[in-house]
């Protein structure tokens, strides 16, 4: 093959990457305003803890899939496999779609199409599970020296995506009451799902190559997934995916509560706390996609580990100051006759710190693994359960203590990536 066409062939495999990276933002983070609307409905109504199943399920997936994930990987390749997790998000969306047209029985005291909907979620999550794990170490492979700096550029888009999702759907609904039901946004699944589908076309056209995973002349075959630095740093996925969920599903879940909602003391309407809410939610999305821009420019001169000390240490006092401000009762303005609370936007700046940890925590982590880089990413892509736990653990303290302490868990968990950034990334075997 000419270097030309080998050239050509990277391009097109990065942009599909990129392409694949979008729709892993949209669907995962679709997943918060739904739960606000299933928060209302009878059965349901008042428990933030069953309101964030939907996200729970999402990322409960990857728990069953993510070595299966990893070995699919090694067995049918990139191309068969991203071809699988496309068609696999078409269905989990259009599963989501049909929970707002059926009428089933009740099941403990819960309506029964909230089952289709937990169904379509976890589903979903199948899919994500395996974008992930084709996403970064295929993007490692294709720009060599520059995976991080792509991988981070990736990231960029994923969160132009992700803050859609929140703020369309938020938008669309408006006020969520015990009238407002899953069909209400139906278009927007419909759309989802013929995404996916035109996908599936795009990519069986293109022809991707297999990456192939030679090993380091440094460390022969590689270290091996069970070195320190490897182990604390899949912990530190698992901590990151409870962050990145657990602070924008709660704030959401937060602002847009009917009888606690900070929003009511500001004056704002109360007909557009979830549209408000979900816009407060899209600001968290387009802080990660800010944080990705800058991760992406300067990813060529900063370290990996600088950039996880950096944010790490940032995120720790941006939570701690918004939950010590929660009660000042500050209002800040946020759009043409609306108003935050301060602690939000400093819930929202956490998005900045969010925005490069799984780029920089997954190639801190295969550091001179080698070949054993593809088991890693199994491994990675099970840690990704950090995203349904850390949040229903948050939403648990939510509920029995009041929101606001809830945000000490992500508060915890950059605790630890700081620490981790500090003193853990050096490749030991």
């Not at 305003?33 to 409905?41: L, M, T």
């Not at 602002?255 to 408000?276: V, Y």
């Amino acid at each position: 093959m000419s270097d030309q066409a080998k050239k050509s062939g990277s391009l097109i495999g990065i942009l599909t990457m990129f392409a694949l990276y979008g729709m892993v933002g949209f669907v995962t983070f679709m997943a918060a305003p739904v739960g606000a609307i299933w928060k209302e409905q009878p059965g349901i109504a008042g428990s933030n803890m069953l309101a964030t199943m939907g996200v729970t399920m999402n990322f409960m997936a990857y728990l069953f899939m993510g070595i299966p994930s990893g070995m699919l990987l090694s067995k049918i390749g990139y191309k068969k496999t991203s071809l699988v997790a496309v068609a696999a998000g078409c269905v989990g969306v259009l599963v989501q779609t049909l929970s707002g047209f059926v009428n089933l029985t009740a099941i403990g005291g819960i309506p029964g199409a909230w089952y289709v909907y937990l169904l379509g979620a976890f589903v979903s999550g199948f899919s994500m599970c395996m974008l992930n794990t084709v996403i970064c170490p295929m993007l490692n492979t294709l720009g060599g020296a520059r995976g991080n700096q792509l991988n981070l550029a990736g990231g960029t888009f994923q969160s132009i995506c992700t803050t859609l999702a929140p703020a369309l759907l938020g938008g669309i609904v408006g006020a969520v009451t015990a009238e407002t039901k899953i069909a209400d946004i139906s278009g927007v699944l419909f759309t989802a799902a013929a995404v996916f589908a035109v996908a599936f076309v795009v990519i069986a056209c293109l022809p991707i190559q297999d990456p192939e995973q030679v090993a380091t002349p440094e460390t022969g075959e590689g270290l091996p997934i069970t070195s320190r630095h490897c182990i604390m740093g899949i912990i530190g996925i698992f901590l990151y995916m409870g962050i990145e969920a657990g602070i924008g599903t709660g704030m959401n879940l937060w602002l847009s509560d009917a009888n606690s909602s900070p929003l009511l003391a500001l004056g704002n309407d109360p007909g557009k706390l979830a549209a408000i809410a979900g816009s407060a939610f899209g600001a968290f999305c387009a802080m990660m996609l800010v944080g990705r821009f800058i991760g992406a420019s300067v990813g060529g001169k900063v370290t990996p580990r600088m950039l996880l000390l950096v944010t790490g240490g940032a995120g720790v006092l941006f939570v701690l100051a918004g939950m010590a401000l929660a009660k000042v009762g500050l209002g800040v303005p946020f759009g043409a006759g609306v108003k935050l609370p301060v602690s939000a936007f400093f819930f929202i700046a956490c998005g900045l710190c969010a925005s490069v940890m799984w780029a920089t925590i997954f190639n801190l982590s295969v550091d001179g693994l080698g070949k054993n880089t593809e088991k890693a990413s199994g491994l990675f892509m099970e840690m990704v359960i950090g995203g349904a736990l850390i949040p229903l653990v948050q939403n648990f303290i939510a509920d029995k203590c009041g929101f606001v302490i809830s945000f000490a868990i992500p508060a915890l968990c950059f605790a630890y990536l700081f620490v981790y950034a500090l003193a853990f990334t050096r490749k030991t075997k």
